[in-house]
Every structure is written in C-alpha cells, then in structure tokens.
C-alpha cells in the first residue's frame, strides 16, 4: 500500500521558504509606501524577475510539479507579503493561464515572452473577460469579434471592465463573442499584440483595496489582430461552433476555462492575507497588556484566534485539494475547485476583520497594516467569480440541476 502524507518534500520547502524571504525582506517593506501611492511597484516586479520569481520559467517549473501544489504555495507566501505587490508580480499569471488553456503550443512559445518581458525592462500582461454589462453573467457579453477574411485578420469591437493590468500591458489576452447566438458558447480568446492600434484604456481606477495593482477599463475600437491571434485556431473554433449548434455538449468557454486554472491558485492568494492579519494579531495578543495581564490570557481572544488558525488550515486543505485535482486532471465533480475559492476569500474576510477587532482602536489605523489586509481581503469575495457564483457553480455540481 503507497504511503500517504501531507508533508512538503524537499523542493517544495526551499521554494515556500525562498519566496517567503523575498516576501518578508523586498515586499512587506514597501508594502505600505506602494499602497498609498496607488501605483504600480515596478521596480519590485524588476527584482522579482532578477532573481527568478517572475517570468515563464518560474511558471513553468511551478506548473512542472505533479503535485500541484507549488504555485499556491509560492503565492500564499507572497500575498502573505502584500496582496497589492503580489497581484502586480502574478497579475501576469491569468493572461498566460488563458493563453496556456486555450492556444496551441506555437501561440504559446509566440506570446508568453512578451507577457513577461525581459529582467532590464519587465513587462506585465492582462486577461479582458468583465464587461460593464457581463461580469458574472458571461453569457450577457457585448465585446465581439468579426473575422476579415480578405486580411486574416480578427476585428475587436468592446469594452472590458476591471482589467488587471488594462492598458499598461504588453499583452492583452481578449475573450469575445464570435457567434452571440450561442451565448458563452459562442466566445472565443484573443491576443492583442503590443502596440496594436485602438485599444485604449481609462486611467487606473482607484480602489478599496491591492491599490499597488493597476486596474482599468479597456476600449476595444476596430482593433484588427492577425489570425494567428486567435487562441486555438480558427479550424478548431469553426469545429466548436459546429458542434455547440448541433447541440453536441461542448467544453466550458475561453474564460471559464481560465478561471477553472486559476480559482484554486487565488484562494491561496487570499490565505496569504488571512495568514498575515492572523500571526500579526496572535503577536499583538501576547503582548498587549489590560488589567495587568496579556490579552491573549483572555478567552475570548484566545478563542478567537483559535478559529482564525483552524479555518485558514481548513481552506489550505481545500485549495491544496483543489490544485492537485486540476494539475492530475480530475475533473471537478463537486465544484472543488469554486469550493476552495469560495472558503479561502470568505475566510480572508472574516480573519482579516477579526484581527481589526482584536487590536482595537489600533487596528483602525494606519501605523498596522491590519487594516490594510482587511482591505485587501474583500476583493476575494468578489473576482474571478464572487462568492454567490462560486456557490451557484457547487450546486449545479452537486445536484446535476442547472440552478439560476
């Protein structure tokens, strides 16, 4: 009978204890500086690729692991540095998910590098999915794509919502509706090369939280990109379509497949901040005084970080779950996947506003970052699916019913 353990091997160890220290030395401390500053840490996301966090090689050997646990680990260790500065450095990771998902390995070797740039002059990369009119309801998708046979050329026409990344982007990964009449059937990803003509984005929306991070509407106005750009080819999108109006049952669309990939790898995400706001209140309790004595002494503080620790190893089992089943292909019968997101984000909420509420009047301000974590932290309710969605997603598994 094969042994069974939930121990990291050895590689697994030296990677967490690696991008823990660049966490702990390079991004905690510019942390607060890059949030008030609301812009995009770049000399940071340079560092990261000096010595190897950021680029496809990274990726690659994370992706490289059976196990499926090195990506959630590297990324619960840096967002426990700083969510903000994180999502700047992985940010690129969702666009190179849906290129990796959907393109063939030409487009791949084509346009990961200039997802990421080079160490002298890094570059970052944008996923496009949410629109105005069509967050959640991706079938509701207005952007479209019409195909220029005389040119072989794609031509975009839209606007995309809340781009991680939007305009400062080398590349641009699109989703489109080729045939709206076959809803999210019908969409298609497309790379927007760098440079391309008439895509344009608003200045970086201001936000509650992970303000280092750039976020911005994008503008898609007759954008022509060659036919290559079209993620998969456009045979085997002609063989999707034909097969999606003969009412065969089809594979998830461009952006859900995207978001299957990377659900489990942004509950990690949220399980760095709930980890931060946890060990910094747990350092607090045992060394702020009342009435003559730690307030950790105290039961009711005790307890509550009892349950702080208890749900965050709880939501690190189900993301944990979740990426081996996506890195050994089992599908995801349950909804593993939306589980972990849905328990890690909801455990990041509430952690994050429980170690406010232990430190007080102190946990207010600005001099703890607690109250920047517990900002940070609602986003994982919210992208990538909210919590509503995530649970819709598990109960349709669950119950083979489409639930609406």
């Known amino acids: 009978m094969a042994d069974f353990s939930l121990d990291l091997n050895e590689e697994q160890r030296d990677l967490r204890d690696w991008v823990h220290g660049f966490a702990a030395e390079v991004v905690r401390p510019a942390a607060a500086e890059w949030d008030a500053r609301e812009e995009t840490p770049w000399p940071i996301i340079q560092e990261a690729a000096k010595v190897g966090l950021y680029g496809f090689e990274f990726l690659a050997t994370c992706w490289s692991d059976p196990s ?138 201001r936000k509650l939280g992970l303000r280092a991070s750039h976020t911005a509407d994008v503008f898609l106005d007759d954008v022509r990109v060659p036919g290559r750009c079209l993620l998969g080819g456009r045979e085997a999108l002609l063989e999707r379509l034909d097969r999606a109006r003969s009412g065969q049952r089809a594979a998830s669309q461009a952006a859900m497949r995207t978001f299957e990939l990377s659900r489990p790898t942004v509950g990690a995400q949220a399980l760095g901040v709930a980890r931060a706001a946890y060990e910094y209140a747990l350092g607090y309790a045992k060394e702020r005084v009342q009435f003559g004595r730690p307030i950790i002494e105290n039961q009711a503080v005790a307890f509550a970080l ?47 506003e429980k170690a406010v509420q232990l430190l007080g009047g102190a946990g207010f301000l600005r001099d703890h970052p607690v109250e920047r974590w517990y900002r940070d932290a609602k986003i994982y309710t919210i992208f990538e699916g909210t919590s509503e969605i995530q649970r819709l997603v598990i109960s349709r598994a669950i119950s083979g019913i489409q639930i609406r």
């Open 68 to 205: 499926g646990l090195s990506l959630p680990i590297a990324s619960e260790e840096l967002f426990w540095g700083d969510a903000g500065i994180g999502l700047s450095i992985f940010g690129t990771t969702l666009a190179v998910a849906a290129i990796y998902g959907a393109g063939t390995p030409d487009q791949l070797v084509e346009w990961v590098p200039p997802c990421f740039g080079t160490v002298d002059e890094p570059a970052v990369a944008a996923f496009c999915t949410s629109e105005p009119e069509a967050g959640s309801d991706v079938g509701a998708m207005r952007t479209r794509a019409t195909y220029d046979e005389a040119t072989d050329e794609w031509v975009l026409r839209g606007q995309k919502a809340y781009a991680t990344n939007g305009g400062i982007a080398g590349v641009h990964v699109v989703t489109a509706s080729v045939a709206p009449e076959l809803g999210s059937r019908g969409q298609a990803a497309f790379v927007v090369p760098p440079g391309t003509a008439g895509l344009t984005a608003t200045r970086k929306l």
């Open 306 to 352: 009892a349950d702080m620790r208890t749900e965050i190893d709880a939501a690190r089992l189900l993301v944990w779950r979740a990426s081996w089943m996506g890195r050994n292909n089992r599908p995801f019968a349950a909804g593993e996947g939306s589980m972990s997101k849905l328990k890690a984000g909801e455990v990041a909420v509430a952690v994050t």
